[in-house]
């Protein structure tokens, strides 16, 4: 097994000094797009016009945020995850506001983790704190400090705030903090 370098976690959040949101320049903004203070955009991604993206953000390269997503506060984004807006795509007919109708919205609370090139089919609401593992497909709402994996997803253990897996399982513990966060 190679060595897991990110470990030990740190256990104190990321100062929030709210500086402008850092966009790399091969990113495109559309106009009309919310990017909060001390978000980061990576390389290669796309924000669409209505995207929200809260402050303490970081998009990391190739995702594309669409109209219709809304990340809170400190939502972290693996490269090339995929966000959707639409549940039955078709090229030929129109879908969203243009046909008289709204985009179906994916919606991320605050603290959660979306992992590399997982899948978010909207409508979708991922709960705070939550920890979506890479290359899940996440087809149903997410509670809040679950993680979850697999295709569809499933919910396999729950997380910290700082993100460290506290207990696994499907079965709500009653603690969600793990020792180094409850001191
Ligand atoms: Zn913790």
């Known amino acids: 097994m190679p060595k897991r370098e990110s470990s030990p976690p740190s256990f104190t959040p990321r100062p929030r000094p709210g500086e ?3 966009i790399y320049p091969t990113a495109i903004v559309q106009p009309g797009a919310t990017i909060g203070p001390d978000a980061v955009v990576g390389a290669f991604c796309f924000v669409a016009s209505g995207a929200r993206i809260g402050p303490g953000c970081r998009i990391q390269c190739h995702t594309s945020v669409w109209n219709g997503v809304i990340l809170e506060a ?8 995929t966000f959707t807006n639409v549940r039955h795509p078709r090229a030929a007919f129109s ?11 994916t919606y991320v609370e605050r603290g959660a983790t ?3 090139s997982a899948t978010l089919v909207a409508p979708v609401r991922i709960g705070a704190h939550a920890m979506i593992a890479a290359g899940a497909v996440v087809t149903r709402d997410v509670p809040s400090h679950a993680i979850v994996a ?7 253990g729950w997380a ?3 993100g460290e897996t506290v207990a696994r399982g499907a079965r709500r513990p009653k603690r969600l903090q793990c020792e180094a966060c409850e001191g």
């Open 20 to 22: 402008p949101a850092k």
């Open 74 to 81: 400190d939502v972290f984004v693996g490269p090339a995850a």
């Open 95 to 105: 879908r969203g506001p243009a046909a008289g109708g709204a985009w179906d919205e």
């Open 114 to 116: 979306v992992g590399a």
């Open 150 to 156: 697999g295709v569809p997803a499933r919910i396999i």
């Open 160 to 162: 910290c705030v700082c």
